[in-house]
């Protein structure tokens, strides 16, 4: 079962931040939090993944609070392809459980 | 250069058939999965192998089999299809059982 919580939909206006949060109260220690999106009729796409630390990629940021029962990915300036489902997703065993994910819709 | 490819793309059968999805991956990964994705778009893990062995096995009907003739194939044979069985089946592949996954475009079945 996915051990992730995330809001069912956002919008955000185009060439802003999109910053998406994700609640893994239960996460244990050694457990990563990853990040993908899934645009309509297409495979998921992996953004990035963390386990402690801030991380930044080409594509975007984690930003992991320091209890780490939360995560926030950052889009930086979103634009209308950012459009997609995403996914916090907290590796469990080798495992990946998608949750429902956050329905983001970019407006121009 | 497609990384992960599936086909076929569409697979309308009747109730059922037998029919089989392949997948092949040219990333050189050791491990690759089976995903089924529902009308509700809840994506849901059903193998996975690593090194051509089997080390998940979600809770699936027996009539769907996986067969791995090598590290770069993962193919998914279904037998007596149902109405239920109606979804999109997603490939993917990783390094290792615990890094990042690259998805295929997935295989739109449907059931009729």
């Known amino acids: 079962d996915a051990k992730t919580t995330q809001p069912t939909s956002m919008d955000c206006a185009e060439g802003r931040a999109a910053n998406l949060p994700c609640n893994h109260s239960?996460?244990?220690?050694?457990?990563?939090v990853y990040w993908y999106r899934q645009i309509h009729s297409q495979g998921p796409q992996y953004i990035i993944h963390?386990?402690?630390n801030n991380e930044t990629n080409e594509m975007a940021s984690l930003i992991i609070t320091e209890d780490r029962k939360s995560s926030t990915l950052i889009l930086p300036h979103a634009t209308l392809r950012d459009t997609a489902v995403y996914y916090c997703i907290v590796l469990t065993g080798n495992q990946f459980y998608f949750g429902t994910g956050t329905s983001l819709t970019v407006i121009p | 250069d497609t990384a992960v490819s599936q086909t076929p793309k569409y697979l309308v059968t009747q109730m059922g058939n037998d029919k089989s999805i392949k997948c092949e991956q040219n990333l050189g990964h050791d491990t690759m999965y089976w995903y089924k994705q529902d009308s509700k778009k809840f994506l849901k893990i059903m193998f996975s192998y690593n090194n051509k062995e089997l080390i998940i096995n979600e809770t699936v009907p027996n009539r769907f089999s996986p067969k791995s003739p090598d590290k770069a194939h993962l193919n998914l044979h279904i037998n007596s299809l149902e109405l239920g069985d109606s979804a999109v089946y997603f490939c993917?592949?990783?390094?290792?059982?615990?890094?990042?996954?690259?998805f295929g475009d997935g295989t739109r079945l449907s059931i009729l």
């Open positions: 963390g386990l402690k």
């Open positions: 993917a592949s990783s390094p290792s059982p615990s890094q990042p996954q690259h």
């Open positions: 239960t996460i244990s220690g050694n457990e990563y």
